[in-house]
């Protein structure tokens, strides 16, 4: 069964520093999201992506984060500073949308960012 | 150290018993709505989902039922099993940009179920 994958699955980092978070979306699909889970709490939206552009971003989602599909199948999200308020579980997700309804998101199985 | 996220409902329940997970929606345009299991240090795993036009969807060993009057989800789960343990949340799926859709994840509730 086709999956969402990421990589790393843990990433330790200084507050500061520079993090590229990766995710391999299931083939077929055209639609990407981040998602953030600090530890304890809900699941946040950061930002949607398609057709090679931001379609949507939380306020969440500010000048230091950024996301790009390099080549026909890596999704990346950028951090370009990190603070120690960025670490959480990252999640990364994407669908296949029919037609403007919404389809089921399928979700990788997270990159945990430790900002010390 | 101390935990400052969010208070977890809880259910627990015996091996081989129903159960039934509630969950609250906030936005009446929400037109669909899924279910996630989340197990410890894994991503949100799909289990069911329903759209606004139906208020009953049954999948193996689930069905999820929809009142739009109340802005209600429920979860049920047959005959749980001690795998079925882990932290349960709904989705909104709410219209973002274009046809594009985020959602809105609810608090969770985490499901024990003792052998």
């Known amino acids: 069964e086709p999956e969402v994958t990421q990589t790393p699955s843990h990433q330790v980092t200084q507050m500061g520093q520079e993090v590229i978070l990766r995710c391999v979306p299931i083939s077929n699909h055209l639609y990407f999201y981040w998602y953030r889970q600090i530890l304890g709490q809900k699941v946040e939206f950061l930002v949607s992506f398609y057709n090679n552009e931001i379609s949507e971003k939380s306020e969440i989602f500010d000048d230091q984060f950024s996301v790009e599909r390099p080549d026909g199948s890596n999704f990346t999200l950028k951090i370009r500073s990190t603070k120690l308020e960025d670490s959480a579980m990252y999640f990364c997700?994407?669908?296949?949308?029919?037609?403007?309804?919404?389809?089921?998101?399928?979700f990788g199985p997270g990159t945990r960012l430790t900002v010390l | 150290g101390e935990n400052v996220g969010l208070h977890l409902p809880t259910l627990s329940v015996q091996e081989g018993d129903n159960s039934i997970i509630n969950c609250a929606y906030s936005?009446?345009?929400?037109?669909?709505f899924i279910w996630y299991k989340q197990e410890s240090g894994k991503g949100p795993q799909f289990i069911i989902d329903?759209?606004?036009?139906?208020d009953k969807r049954q999948g193996q060993r689930v069905t999820v039922l929809l009142n739009k009057t109340v802005k209600h989800l429920s979860l049920q789960i047959a005959a749980t099993q001690p795998g079925d343990s882990a932290v349960y949340f709904c989705a909104e799926n709410k219209a973002g940009g274009g046809s594009n859709y985020k959602l809105t994840f609810g608090k969770g509730t985490l499901l024990t179920v003792n052998p």
């Open positions: 329903i759209r606004s036009n139906m």
């Open positions: 936005n009446s345009a929400s037109d669909y």
């Open positions: 997700a994407s669908s296949e949308t029919l037609a403007g309804v919404p389809d089921t998101q399928y």
